[in-house]
């Protein structure tokens, strides 16, 4: 849960789903990772929008990234990209995870 979001349904003046219970509910709601992407990889400020799904796990966040490519490319370069990124220059930032995890296993990452 977060400071303005509830345990109990209640009313949120600025976002009704906000007002549902942050303890029983999938909640979706506007989110700043895709302002925080566009800092981090600056050729796409401006190109990304985001949407957050507020559920009532530990602190943990996850991107689902979707891209239209100007070239083809299959699934295994894209990752391989994703994963060289992940241990060079995007180190701290972005993480793959191969093996089976729920969000308590990636706290901290």
């Known amino acids: 849960l977060t400071v303005s979001q509830p345990s109990v349904d209640g009313l949120c003046y600025k976002d009704w789903a ?3 219970s ?3 509910n999938i909640v979706p709601t506007t989110s700043g990772a895709s302002k925080a992407l566009g800092k ?3 050729k796409l400020a401006g190109k990304v929008k985001g949407y957050a799904l507020r559920v009532p796990v530990a602190t943990v966040s996850l991107v689902d990234f979707t ?3 100007c070239s083809d490319a299959s699934f295994e370069a894209v990752r391989a990209a994703i994963e060289h990124a992940s241990k060079g220059a995007m180190r701290g930032i972005v993480a793959v995870e ?3 995890a729920v969000s308590t296993d ?4």
């Open 106 to 109: 990636v706290v901290g990452n």
């Open 67 to 69: 891209v239209n490519l």
């Open 98 to 100: 191969t093996e089976p």
């Open 18 to 20: 906000r007002g549902r």
């Open 22 to 24: 942050g303890v029983q």
């Open 40 to 42: 981090v990889l600056p």
